[in-house]
């Protein structure tokens, strides 16, 4: 197949959630076979190299447009005066429109697939110049026959809902409630108007069944997982690693840091926490506390990982699933989360991974896995079997494609 792949951003480096899920699907659309195309946005923010471009995506051919899309006081207060979502309105580009349309006009692709929710401002405003058409829309792309995919990464609307609860400040508060109460306007049009969605989580895909009366199909994402893993219990030693660019990370460990670390370092009081994370270095005054070690924007994920025991994801507000928390699965590494950052995966608490509601559980959790080392290493063995059976990249990848061919037909 033929298949355009629409993106808002360079998926390198692979120091994100995000980042990770669209170059392994990339990269596993690749593998099968496929003729690839992805047309992205190079943001200002997240600016890759056409060096750097060309050596790790050997696999697809990128075409990039420049954009700006950080975020402005003055265009967010602005937004207000509006009825359209901020989050949204950053990705608009009539020029970028206009040049996906010629690619499409251009080339005969079987398919066309959306990577997330902020993609779709490339494909969502019909413009016509001189009686022909500047930028099409997607459902001028499904009159020409060419089926439109919409591969969410997230629930959107509920990760800023959920923040908007757990804001302290009130003004912010009120700011994302609006906001999140836009966005899920714009979501709900979204899904409804491809002609298939494809979910990262089983919660996600409910949803989804329920708002789109389309096809639904669940591609949970896949991680590189080696046939047998050395699981290595560090002592005394417990990490997150994690964007601290998304405020669902900021707001997560602020938590732990201020509700689970005081009393877990008091009942364990050798206990090292080290925390890494792209953008770590502007929320350094958090970690201020005794053996909190920030290790700022590490080069490798995997190292840092396998180096600093159990793995912590205090997330609080989220949707779709955590990369960073898979990958330490892939990885045999006992982990605790919470119920929110293991929402929708296939997993049982206890077995693959231990799930803490609150800060009372978190403790007890943590505990149990220092002390006792037979328990981690057997949860790092099921947790890895579990990546090798639900994650697998060929596996997932031939029955994604298999869905796909049923849309074109």
Known sequence: MKILVVGNRVPWPLHDGGAVATYRMLEALSAQGNQLTYFTYNTQKHYVTEEKIHAHFPFCEVITVPLNAQVSPLSAFKNLFSRGSYFLERYYNVG?????????????????????????????KPIWFWGEPLCLSIPELQQSGVPVVYRAHNVEHEIWMRLAKNEPNWLKRAYLNIQSKRLRKEEQKAIQSVNAVVGISQTDCDY?????????????????????????????????IGSMEWDANVQGITWFLTKVWPRLKSEVPDLVFHVAGKGIMAHKNLFFQTDVVNHGEVSNATTFMQAHGIGVVPLLAGSGIRMKLIESLSLGIPCVATPVAVQGLPIENGKQLMV??????????????????????????QAHAYCMANHNPTQNMSTLIAFYQSLIG
């Open 96 to 124: 970028a429109s206009a040049q996906l349309t010629a690619l499409i006009a251009e080339r005969n692709f079987d398919l066309i697939q959306i990577e997330g929710l902020y993609s779709f401002p490339l494909l969502s």
């Open 208 to 240: 989804f069944g329920v708002n789109n009366t389309n096809k639904v199909h669940l591609y949970l994402p896949s991680v590189k997982t080696a046939l047998k893993v050395d699981i290595k219990i560090q002592p005394a030693s417990i990490f997150h």
């Open 356 to 381: 803490a509601a609150d800060a009372e559980e978190f403790i007890i959790a943590i505990k149990d896995l220092l002390e006792n080392r037979k328990k981690a290493i057997e949860m790092g063995k």
